[in-house]
């Protein structure tokens, strides 16, 4: 299977600026099958909802509510992805989670990292 470990939250003010990484490990062959990286946000008591992803050709597909702010970017040489957060609003204020999408050949099941607090203060 694949593991995912989130890094780089914190508290900042509205309007700053944080950049979140995922490092994500496994054998070889299961970092090879992962077809879809992406970043979801929890808050207490709500689902879990996109905020952006990307794909192995390099497809991206953002929350409205983040575009123009928010940019992923993936790093296949250090199996890294990231989320670049611009212009942080309160309302971004949630857990956020990193996740792996396989390929079907791979496994059916997709893998979550453990998440990261991001708290934006007024």
């Known amino acids: 299977q694949v593991q995912l470990a989130e890094s780089g939250g914190g508290l900042v003010q509205a309007g700053g600026s944080l950049r979140l990484s995922c490092l994500y490990s496994?054998?070889?062959?299961?970092?090879?099958?992962?077809?879809?990286l992406g970043w979801y946000r929890q808050r207490p008591g709500q689902q879990r909802d996109l905020v952006a992803e990307?794909?192995?050709?390099?497809?991206?597909n953002y929350a409205d509510s983040v575009k123009g702010r928010f940019t992923i970017s993936r790093d296949n040489s250090k199996n890294t992805v990231y989320l670049q957060m611009d212009n942080l609003k309160v309302d971004d204020t949630a857990d956020y989670y990193c996740?792996?999408?396989?390929?079907?050949?791979?496994?059916?099941?997709?893998?979550w990292g453990q998440g990261t607090q991001v708290t934006v203060s007024a």
């Open positions: 996740s792996a999408k396989m390929y079907s050949w791979f496994s059916p099941y997709g893998y």
């Open positions: 496994g054998t070889t062959r299961a970092t090879s099958a992962i077809n879809t």
């Open positions: 990307m794909d192995s050709n390099g497809a991206t």
